[in-house]
């Protein structure tokens, strides 16, 4: 038994071993051999996907059609249904209500007041919960007007209004139906998997080819980004619905609807409503990417700053994005606590029982009203606002000028002895032996079934001619990855052993988490300019954020009677840990891992800006172009990556489960 | 058997498993090792049971032994796999949709282990909610509703939310939310498992107290055979989804079918199962008022053995019947098998 261990250790290292040399020398070798295209794929060799999926567009947009109805009827079917409640939202809350076009443009009613719309927001937030909330969600509001954020925050709210009821409720309706036919759940679930994978910008495109520049395009985007998570947790949480309680609905006699929503979606509403808190924070997070085709507001902002370089503007556009998320998060977490609770029944006339919704009618007409007269009541004065720009651009130079050697050191330090070694290895590295080892890999980690996942995913990346811009990528998110993980699980470990530094850990982290991924650019970039260590860093800060909560989570789920034997034992506080705390939280470490490795790859796209050489820049290329194929193949690249990690991890972490009896 | 057969399943079993039907279709009755080489699970085996008008019929069995199936099958929750389950003699495995939610509203009402109470829904507002899916008018079923709470003693907190509730008074809800349609038959699934043991031997009271006055036909499922033997006119024994034994708490405890029988009765009192019936000398005639022939032994010991002549023992009608002395009691309260 030992012996064959042994053997097998010996195995595995032999083929790291020959696997770094191999790639280290790869060039030199085929140069040797005279055999370049074991390194570099030929590009005689390779299948034109792309020109297949840009044609097949091509004919879906202008050929395709059911007897009279056109595919674009059907777009512009779907786009006329999104547009009018937008554009009522929008003329409330941002443009006002106008006649006419251009210059003969008349108002008729100008959109809500500043003033208003806070007064609107605390009535929400005392009916919600308390003053404490009121407070918050008004103070988020007022700084929006104080730092000159109003114009563009209200367009970004408008559109946020828009896609997080249809994204819930489509999400919600999908999700049901998902439940209630499991065939279409198996249907369903590898799309969902694809959506969340395949990263926005490779959807980005065909949606610009339906829907044209616009706020339409931006909000299909939107809603096609923040429904999965919605379908899926609709059906988990039906299905986590005590059996009793459906026992007991079918008892009481209900047909299949009144089970549905009488009995299962009430009992389910708390898990819900997580779900609904995800579309919220999932159309925040595509502000940003969703002003690149046409949606204005706060993310056009951002996105306008970036190009100019520009970070005083950029990061405040970009933090009144994480003040504007933070009020809409957690008015939406009160409110759906709120909708828990029966209301108690009030007596009275119709003010009495409504006196926040007077209030803030009674407000509206005023404004209406007496703002014609008076115009502070109608738009907070532009002459009164504050910027912090300059404090953040001299903040930046004062860096730059004064430890620009500390930072350059650091960089060059990653770059010589972390980045460039692995980006050589894996560069240099022949395809043919590449493919191989990861067919063995997934052989050894989940059977023929993973290997021939593997073989099949890795050769389709192959035969689409991106092999090089996918090694890059895997380079730039394994060495984020790795350090994220170095990183990340310690603290994690940390926060689990230590009550205090668990409070500041996950302070630390949910901070993180809020931010817009596009704001750790910003400072980032600032500080080490345009690069790989740059877009290192803007990643491993974005995906840090799993790899600690798993690892937080695993720690302090290990039984308490294992530490309790292991004590007992006469373990000192670092044997328990190297023994029982950390071998035993592996799997839920290995599950953190997953999801660093995902968030990293969703935010390679992103750093595409700053200049990185990957599929991520290939997707964002092909957005500049309208290049439809381009952007489809790289983006499905970026997805069978993900798709590959996740498949080997979790086969490795099923592994360790039974290893250690969790699981059989 | 004079009274009526309310409820009655002939051969119902019920397997787990791709090739459940086949083998039942191949095979109507396979043995414990067939089911297992066909790679199907056993839940329900053979089940045949009766059930009359308004008795309390317990179904006792340890976890797994299938009684949860069982009152699946009865109430169809679960499709069985073969049998049949006749409901007033009619086929209730082969009622449609329609017909099948039309007798879940208006003839079956079931208590749950844990409660099963709607969390977004007032004490009032669950126990109406049988009423308010059947389009009822609201205002009376609103009166009947409160009709039900007062009645397992909730009074006063209509308005109250489920979590806001103890245990013992989240089951008075389900009991109440079960009755409120005033069905024929009863089932309850382990209505008081959950509870506290105090809190148990309350509602049992409870219970005990609620059936005396409304007579429904009763499925009462537990794993405490002491539960059973306190409430049951019948006990059906489970074990391996198989039932064992079909009898009065106090056959069982003195004819165990089987060694895994007597395993559980071996460790009840007889003197809390035995009636005077069973101990009585027949025809005798005693002194002193006459005790009822259907008491248990353990609540007139008192009086018998402080009584130095046998006491007189009547039925149901008033006839004496035969006569009981302290010597006969004695041996019960200290005789082989009366403690645990």
Same mark, same amino acid.
């Given at each position: 038994?030992?012996?064959?261990?042994?053997?097998?250790?010996?195995?595995?290292?032999?083929?790291?071993?020959?696997?770094?040399?191999?790639?280290?020398?790869?060039?030199?070798?085929?140069?040797?051999?005279?055999?370049?295209?074991?390194?570099?794929?030929?590009?005689?060799?390779?299948?034109?996907?792309?020109?297949?999926?840009?044609?097949?567009?091509?004919?879906?947009?202008?050929?395709?059609?059911?007897?009279?109805?056109?595919?674009?009827?059907?777009?512009?079917?779907?786009?006329?249904?999104?547009?009018?409640?937008?554009?009522?939202?929008?003329?409330?809350?941002?443009?006002?209500?106008?006649?006419?076009?251009?210059?003969?443009?008349?108002?008729?009613?100008?959109?809500?007041?500043?003033?208003?719309?806070?007064?609107?927001?605390?009535?929400?937030?005392?009916?919600?919960?308390?003053?404490?909330?009121?407070?918050?969600?008004?103070?988020?509001?007022?700084?929006?007007?104080?730092?000159?954020?109003?114009?563009?925050?209200?367009?970004?709210?408008?559109?946020?209004?828009?896609?997080?009821?249809?994204?819930?409720?489509?999400?919600?309706?999908?999700?049901?139906?998902?439940?209630?036919?499991?065939?279409?759940?198996?249907?369903?679930?590898?799309?969902?998997?694809?959506?969340?994978?395949?990263?926005?910008?490779?959807?980005?495109?065909?949606?610009?080819?339906?829907?044209?520049?616009?706020?339409?395009?931006?909000?299909?985007?939107?809603?096609?980004?923040?429904?999965?998570?919605?379908?899926?947790?609709?059906?988990?949480?039906?299905?986590?619905?005590?059996?009793?309680?459906?026992?007991?609905?079918?008892?009481?006699?209900?047909?299949?609807?009144?089970?549905?929503?009488?009995?299962?979606?009430?009992?389910?509403?708390?898990?819900?409503?997580?779900?609904?808190?995800?579309?919220?924070?999932?159309?925040?997070?595509?502000?940003?990417?969703?002003?690149?085709?046409?949606?204005?507001?706060?993310?056009?902002?951002?996105?306008?700053?970036?190009?100019?370089?520009?970070?005083?503007?950029?990061?405040?556009?970009?933090?009144?994005?994480?003040?504007?998320?933070?009020?809409?998060?957690?008015?939406?977490?009160?409110?759906?606590?709120?909708?828990?609770?029966?209301?108690?029944?009030?007596?009275?006339?119709?003010?009495?029982?409504?006196?926040?919704?007077?209030?803030?009618?009674?407000?509206?007409?005023?404004?209406?009203?007496?703002?014609?007269?008076?115009?502070?009541?109608?738009?907070?004065?532009?002459?009164?606002?504050?910027?912090?720009?300059?404090?953040?651009?001299?903040?930046?130079?004062?860096?730059?000028?004064?430890?620009?050697?500390?930072?350059?050191?650091?960089?060059?330090?990653?770059?010589?002895?972390?980045?460039?070694?692995?980006?050589?290895?894996?560069?240099?590295?022949?395809?043919?032996?590449?493919?191989?080892?990861?067919?063995?890999?997934?052989?050894?980690?989940?059977?023929?079934?993973?290997?021939?996942?593997?073989?099949?995913?890795?050769?389709?990346?192959?035969?689409?001619?991106?092999?090089?811009?996918?090694?890059?990528?895997?380079?730039?998110?394994?060495?984020?990855?790795?350090?994220?993980?170095?990183?990340?699980?310690?603290?994690?470990?940390?926060?689990?052993?230590?009550?205090?530094?668990?409070?500041?850990?996950?302070?630390?982290?949910?901070?993180?988490?809020?931010?817009?991924?596009?704001?750790?650019?910003?400072?980032?970039?600032?500080?080490?300019?345009?690069?790989?260590?740059?877009?290192?860093?803007?990643?491993?800060?974005?995906?840090?954020?799993?790899?600690?909560?798993?690892?937080?989570?695993?720690?302090?789920?290990?039984?308490?009677?294992?530490?309790?034997?292991?004590?007992?034992?006469?373990?000192?506080?670092?044997?328990?840990?190297?023994?029982?705390?950390?071998?035993?939280?592996?799997?839920?470490?290995?599950?953190?891992?997953?999801?660093?490795?995902?968030?990293?790859?969703?935010?390679?796209?992103?750093?595409?800006?700053?200049?990185?050489?990957?599929?991520?820049?290939?997707?964002?290329?092909?957005?500049?172009?309208?290049?439809?194929?381009?952007?489809?193949?790289?983006?499905?690249?970026?997805?069978?990556?993900?798709?590959?990690?996740?498949?080997?991890?979790?086969?490795?972490?099923?592994?360790?489960?039974?290893?250690?009896?969790?699981?059989? | 058997?004079?009274?009526?057969?309310?409820?009655?399943?002939?051969?119902?079993?019920?397997?787990?498993?791709?090739?459940?039907?086949?083998?039942?279709?191949?095979?109507?009755?396979?043995?414990?090792?067939?089911?297992?080489?066909?790679?199907?699970?056993?839940?329900?085996?053979?089940?045949?049971?009766?059930?009359?008008?308004?008795?309390?019929?317990?179904?006792?069995?340890?976890?797994?032994?299938?009684?949860?199936?069982?009152?699946?099958?009865?109430?169809?929750?679960?499709?069985?796999?073969?049998?049949?389950?006749?409901?007033?003699?009619?086929?209730?495995?082969?009622?449609?949709?329609?017909?099948?939610?039309?007798?879940?509203?208006?003839?079956?009402?079931?208590?749950?282990?844990?409660?099963?109470?709607?969390?977004?829904? @007032?004490?009032?507002?669950? /126990? =109406?909610? $049988?009423? &308010?899916?059947?389009? %009822?008018?609201?205002?009376?079923?609103?009166? +009947?509703?409160?009709?039900?709470?007062?009645?397992?003693?909730?009074?006063?907190?209509?308005?109250?939310?489920?979590?806001?509730?103890?245990?013992?008074?989240?089951?008075?809800?389900?009991?109440?939310?079960?009755?409120?349609?005033?069905?024929?038959?009863?089932?309850?699934?382990?209505?008081?498992?959950?509870?506290?043991?105090?809190?148990?031997?309350?509602?049992?009271?409870?219970?005990?107290?609620?059936?005396?006055?409304?007579?429904?036909?009763?499925?009462?499922?537990?794993?405490?055979?002491?539960?059973?033997?306190?409430?049951?006119?019948?006990?059906?024994?489970?074990?391996?989804?198989?039932?064992?034994?079909?009898? @009065?708490?106090?056959?069982? /405890? =003195?004819? $165990?079918? &089987?060694?895994?029988? %007597?395993?559980?009765?071996?460790?009840?009192? +007889?003197?809390?199962?035995?009636?005077?019936?069973?101990?009585?000398?027949?025809?005798?005639?005693?002194?002193?008022?006459?005790?009822?022939?259907?008491?248990?032994?353990?609540?007139?010991?008192?009086?018998?053995?402080?009584?130095?002549?046998?006491?007189?023992?009547?039925?149901?009608?008033?006839?004496?019947?035969?006569?009981?002395?302290?010597?006969?009691?004695?041996?019960?309260?200290?005789?082989?098998?009366?403690?645990?």
């Amino acid at each position: 038994m030992i012996q064959r261990f042994d053997r097998r250790t010996v195995i595995v290292l032999a083929l790291v071993i020959v696997t770094i040399v191999l790639g280290y020398h790869g060039r030199d070798l085929s140069k040797a051999l005279d055999m370049r295209w074991i390194v570099k794929y030929p590009s005689a060799w390779v299948l034109p996907f792309k020109s297949v999926i840009s044609e097949a567009m091509r004919w879906l947009i202008e050929d395709a059609a059911i007897g009279p109805v056109s595919f674009t009827d059907v777009t512009r079917a779907i786009a006329w249904a999104i547009e009018q409640p937008y554009n009522l939202i929008l003329a409330l809350l941002a443009t006002g209500f106008v006649s006419g076009l251009g210059n003969e443009a008349q108002v008729i009613l100008p959109a809500v007041s500043w003033i208003v719309v806070i007064a609107a927001v605390l009535a929400l937030g005392h009916y919600c919960r308390d003053w404490g909330l009121a407070l918050l969600a008004g103070a988020c509001f007022l700084y929006l007007a104080v730092f000159g954020q109003w114009d563009s925050a209200m367009v970004t709210l408008a559109s946020v209004l828009i896609a997080v009821p249809i994204g819930a409720g489509g999400g919600l309706l999908v999700g049901v139906w998902a439940y209630r036919h499991p065939t279409g759940e198996k249907i369903l679930s590898p799309i969902l998997d694809l959506m969340q994978t395949i990263p926005i910008f490779a959807y980005l495109v065909p949606i610009l080819f339906m829907f044209g520049f616009g706020p339409i395009s931006a909000l299909v985007a939107t809603i096609i980004y923040a429904t999965p998570p919605m379908v899926r947790i609709t059906t988990m949480a039906l299905k986590a619905v005590d059996p009793e309680i459906v026992d007991f609905g079918r008892m009481a006699g209900t047909t299949e609807r009144q089970l549905m929503w009488r009995v299962l979606i009430p009992s389910a509403r708390q898990s819900l409503m997580v779900g609904v808190n995800q579309v919220i924070m999932l159309t925040l997070n595509m502000v940003i990417i969703a002003s690149m085709i046409g949606a204005g507001g706060l993310g056009f902002d951002v996105l306008a700053a970036l190009r100019r370089l520009d970070i005083g503007a950029g990061f405040e556009a970009g933090l009144a994005i994480v003040v504007l998320a933070i009020a809409v998060d957690r008015l939406s977490q009160a409110f759906a606590e709120r909708m828990g609770r029966m209301p108690e029944r009030t007596t009275g006339s119709f003010v009495a029982r409504h006196k926040r919704t007077v209030l803030v009618g009674a407000l509206l007409l005023m404004t209406w009203t007496v703002g014609q007269v008076i115009p502070l009541l109608q738009d907070y004065p532009a002459t009164r606002t504050l910027t912090t720009g300059a404090f953040w651009d001299d903040t930046i130079k004062y860096l730059n000028v004064n430890y620009f050697d500390q930072f350059e050191a650091v960089k060059v330090f990653f770059l010589n002895w972390f980045m460039i070694p692995i980006k050589k290895v894996l560069l240099g590295m022949p395809w043919p032996w590449a493919i191989a080892m990861l067919v063995l890999l997934g052989w050894s980690a989940g059977g023929w079934r993973l290997a021939l996942l593997c073989g099949g995913l890795a050769g389709l990346i192959l035969v689409s001619g991106l092999w090089a811009k996918a090694m890059v990528t895997v380079y730039l998110c394994g060495a984020s990855v790795v350090l994220a993980t170095v990183i990340g699980v310690p603290l994690g470990v940390w926060a689990a052993l230590n009550r205090r530094a668990g409070v500041a850990i996950n302070l630390f982290i949910d901070t993180l988490q809020t931010l817009p991924s596009f704001v750790y650019l910003i400072p980032v970039v600032m500080l080490f300019r345009v690069g790989d260590f740059t877009a290192l860093i803007a990643i491993v800060l974005y995906a840090l954020a799993p790899a600690v909560r798993y690892a937080a989570h695993g720690v302090r789920n290990v039984s308490g009677e294992l530490v309790e034997a292991g004590l007992v034992s006469g373990c000192t506080p670092l044997q328990l840990l190297r023994h029982i705390r950390l071998p035993l939280a592996l799997p839920e470490i290995l599950l953190g891992l997953n999801q660093t490795i995902m968030l990293a790859l969703s935010m390679l796209v992103i750093t595409a800006l700053v200049g990185t050489r990957d599929l991520g820049q290939e997707v964002y290329i092909a957005l500049t172009k309208a290049d439809i194929g381009r952007g489809v193949v790289a983006g499905l690249a970026i997805a069978f990556i993900a798709i590959l990690a996740d498949r080997l991890i979790k086969a490795g972490a099923q592994q360790a489960r039974i290893r250690f009896g969790l699981e059989n | 058997m004079s009274a009526k057969i309310k409820l009655a399943c002939r051969n119902v079993w019920k397997l787990y498993g791709a090739n459940a039907e086949t083998l039942l279709k191949a095979n109507p009755s396979p043995s414990a090792d067939e089911i297992r080489n066909a790679n199907t699970v056993g839940a329900v085996r053979a089940a045949n049971i009766e059930i009359e008008e308004g008795e309390i019929f317990v179904i006792m069995g340890l976890s797994g032994s299938g009684k949860s199936t069982l009152v699946r099958c009865l109430s169809r929750l679960i499709e069985p796999t073969s049998g049949e389950v006749l409901f007033d003699g009619v086929d209730l495995l082969k009622a449609d949709g329609k017909a099948l939610i039309d007798i879940r509203r208006h003839k079956m009402g079931m208590v749950f282990q844990h409660f099963a109470l709607l969390p977004h829904l @007032t004490v009032l507002q669950n /126990v =109406m909610f $049988p009423l &308010t899916i059947q389009a %009822a008018p609201e205002a009376e079923a609103e009166a +009947r509703a409160r009709e039900v709470v007062e009645l397992v003693g909730l009074k006063g907190r209509e308005g109250n939310y489920p979590r806001q509730l103890s245990g013992g008074q989240q089951q008075r809800v389900g009991i109440a939310r079960s009755l409120v349609t005033e069905p024929d038959l009863w089932f309850l699934d382990e209505p008081f498992s959950a509870l506290d043991p105090l809190i148990r031997r309350e509602m049992q009271d409870e219970f005990l107290r609620l059936q005396g006055r409304l007579h429904k036909t009763i499925v009462f499922i537990t794993h405490d055979f002491e539960e059973a033997v306190r409430l049951a006119d019948r006990i059906a024994i489970m074990k391996d989804g198989e039932v064992i034994q079909v009898a @009065t708490p106090e056959k069982l /405890v =003195m004819n $165990p079918a &089987t060694d895994y029988v %007597a395993e559980f009765t071996k460790h009840i009192p +007889r003197s809390k199962v035995l009636s005077l019936a069973g101990l009585m000398t027949p025809g005798a005639v005693g002194e002193g008022a006459p005790l009822l022939h259907s008491a248990k032994v353990a609540d007139v010991a008192e009086r018998i053995i402080a009584s130095d002549a046998p006491l007189s023992v009547q039925d149901d009608a008033g006839q004496i019947i035969g006569a009981v002395d302290r010597m006969a009691v004695a041996k019960v309260l200290f005789g082989e098998g009366s403690t645990p």
